[in-house]
């Protein structure tokens, strides 16, 4: 643990401008209600406003910027804190702010903190390739690729991510990716570009490509968020926990909330106003069975633990919380014999680390990196399946590099998510390798890779996990949590699968909208948060264009 003392966002809400207190939300004024400020709320609530309209964003976290009302910076930078500066991205997770980040009440990981999940990443950020909504058909007619590729250039207009984020041009410690190049030279494999050439998704490696603007972690806290705050029309309420929506049969009226203070308020929408909710893939499920939607055991587990769920004739039993998935994760560890290392992070910290810092407050160098030296992708097909691999590539100790190993689009698994009496959703069947075909895929590309390492050629050897079998039981959680309230075609109020139809909607409901990464149907073939974004973007147009 290092000694950051979490700030106190209670007393910072009373104290900042722009930021509404609980005495001034407004009841029946606001035309959009947005619940969750991490990428997909922020950028859903600024479309909002750039449209005209009136919009509330409820974050239950503090703000993780000196912008939103952080005062825990750096010792050396009085304007960044931790979380700002690219290099410290590896090592958030030993910070004490990781603790007051995430979040205490879901399966599996997920932030609690302005900016979500993209606060607290490793700030991998992976183009997403066509064949990520074009194949498969699990993305529905109106959300293939040529329907969302404008919604992709205006994230990118302000939102690009780099491979080559150092101002001076140049890329540091750049040791791993010698050697690793030069091992998949030797297999055929090709260099690309992944931000430029993202299509190209077989036996490639790249310079990773990372979501970071001016040297500082980028996102919509950064790249959306202070549009918004530009305009009278716009409030931000953070340390509010959204309880449920509160319905009239059909009609979402308002949303309840516990605000930082312990008191629970019900705000009330504008006529003709809607909520939309963004709490991320393991939070959403739980607003919508608070609100009486999902199946019914669910809410009646809403129910004893205390919630004011609507009356038994208005639940929409919908399948909320089925069909949750994952990027499952297996790492491989190789000694190399090269030189390399991860940073003193401590230094960094306390500053004594001046020869990076110097270099840093030039736009410069090893801390405007994040913690990846390559990453690639493959894939492979069984029984006509094409499944695909990502590689994020990492120094570890001394001349041992770690591979962490997704296996990405095109797996079948899927699992389903709960809630507990205490209000915790849990995962009741776990969404990895679920599948015959998934495991079989899986153990021939570790396996392959495995042979690949181990050929004498490379001077390469197996460390930790000794083989492929070590390698599959070290399966953790990839965090690109979807499919929780999945969007399609096929109603799920008349036994189909999905919980939004293609306009983002909650079947049943008349104003009742979700737009983070629980609608999506599918996984995308490398990191998540480019998509989470992207389909924000696309989910606000179509919200928007629904008179
Ligand atoms: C540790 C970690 C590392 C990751 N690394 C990467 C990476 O390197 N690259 C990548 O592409 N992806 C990565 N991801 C995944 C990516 O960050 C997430 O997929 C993405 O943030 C999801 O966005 P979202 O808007 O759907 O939900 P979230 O990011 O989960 O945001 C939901 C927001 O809603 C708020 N909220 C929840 N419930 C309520 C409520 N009841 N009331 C009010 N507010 C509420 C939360 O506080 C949060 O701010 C990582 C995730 C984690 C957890
Ligand atoms: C940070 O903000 C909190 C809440 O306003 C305050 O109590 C604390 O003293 C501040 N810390 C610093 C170092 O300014
Ligand atoms: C600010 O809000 C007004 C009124 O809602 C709207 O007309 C205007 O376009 C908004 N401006 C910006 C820059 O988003
Ligand atoms: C800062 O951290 C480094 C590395 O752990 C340590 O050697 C040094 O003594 C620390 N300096 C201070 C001032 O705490
Ligand atoms: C595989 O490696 C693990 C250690 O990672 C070891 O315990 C196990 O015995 C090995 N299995 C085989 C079949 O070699
Ligand atoms: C829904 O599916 C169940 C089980 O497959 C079946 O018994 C029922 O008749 C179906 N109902 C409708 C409306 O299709």
Same mark, same amino acid.
């Given at each position: ?86 290099? =410290? ?5 030993? =910070? ?44 529905? +007619? ?21 491979? =080559? ?61 202070? +549009? ?71 809410? +009646? ?36 014999? $090269? ?28 801390? !405007? ?31 041992? =590099? $770690? ?8 797996? !079948? ?14 995962? +009741? ?29 490379? $001077? ?7 083989? !492929? ?60 948060? !480019? ?17």
């Amino acid at each position: 643990m290092r000694f950051l003392r979490a700030s106190c966002q209670a007393a910072l809400i009373a104290t900042l401008g722009g930021l509404v207190s609980a005495s001034s939300l407004k009841n029946g004024y606001y035309d959009y209600i947005v619940v969750g400020g991490g990428p997909a709320g922020i950028i859903a609530a600024e479309k909002f406003i750039e449209a005209g309209n009136k919009v509330l964003l409820v974050e239950r976290g503090v703000g993780p910027t000196v912008a939103t009302g952080a005062n825990e910076t750096l010792v050396w930078n009085k304007d960044l804190t931790p979380i700002d500066l690219p290099g =410290l991205s590896a090592d958030v997770g030993s =910070l004490d702010l990781w603790d007051e980040y995430l979040c205490s009440d879901t399966a599996g990981y997920a932030a609690c903190v302005l900016g979500g999940g993209v606060t607290i990443n490793y700030m991998v950020f992976v183009h997403p390739p066509a064949h990520d909504f074009d194949d498969n058909n699990n993305w529905p +007619e109106g959300w293939k690729w040529k329907d969302l590729k404008s919604a992709a250039d205006r994230l990118y207009k302000r939102n690009p991510g780099t491979i =080559l984020p150092s101002a001076d041009g140049k890329r540091y410690d750049q040791g791993l990716y010698k050697v690793l190049s030069r091992f998949f030279n030797k297999l055929g494999w090709k260099s690309v570009d992944m931000i430029t050439q993202p299509d190209e998704k077989y036996q490639v490696y790249s310079y990773p490509a990372w979501n970071i603007k001016d040297q500082k972690r980028a996102g919509p806290v950064r790249t959306y968020l202070p +549009e918004a705050e530009k305009n009278e029309s716009f409030d931000l309420n953070l340390g509010a926990k959204v309880i449920r929506v509160v319905r009239s049969g059909s009609q979402v009226t308002g949303v309840e909330v516990k605000l930082a203070s312990g008191k629970t308020e019900i705000v009330s929408l504008a006529d003709n106003g809607r909520v939309v909710l963004a709490a991320g893939a393991l939070s959403t499920p739980r607003l919508l069975f608070n609100s009486g939607i999902g199946p019914k055991k669910q809410i +009646e587990t809403a129910k004893m633990s205390g919630i004011t769920v609507p009356s038994e004739k208005e639940w929409l039993e919908l399948p909320v919380g089925v069909g949750l998935r994952d990027h499952p994760i297996f790492s491989i560890y190789v000694e190399t014999g $090269g030189n390399y290392g991860v940073p003193d992070y401590d230094a960094i910290i306390n500053g004594s680390d001046t020869t990076d810092i110097n270099l840093y407050k030039n736009g410069d160098g090893l801390l !405007t990196q994040g913690k990846h030296r390559m990453i690639f992708f493959s894939s492979n097909e069984l029984h006509g399946q094409t499944r695909y691999y990502q590689g994020s590539c990492a120094p570890n100790a001394g001349s041992v =590099l $770690g591979i962490t190993t997704y296996l990405t689009h095109g797996s !079948t698994s899927q699992g389903v998510l709960g809630l507990d009496s205490n209000q915790n959703t849990v995962i +009741e069947k776990s969404p990895y390798m679920q599948t015959a075909d998934d495991r079989r895929a899986a153990r021939s590309f570790i396996q392959q890779l495995v042979n690949d390492i181990q050929n004498p050629s490379t $001077g390469f050897k197996l460390e930790t996990n000794l083989n !492929t079998t070590a390698i599959l039981a070290s399966q953790s959680p990839g965090m690109h949590y979807t499919g929780t309230a999945k969007m399609g075609t096929d109603n799920g109020l008349e036994n189909g699968t999905s919980v939004v139809d293609v306009n983002t909607k909650v079947y049943g409901m008349d104003n009742l909208y979700v737009v983070d990464g629980s609608i999506h149907p599918d996984l995308p073939t490398g990191n998540i948060q !480019t998509t989470i974004m992207i389909i924000a973007e696309a989910a606000a147009a179509r919200i928007l264009a629904q008179k």
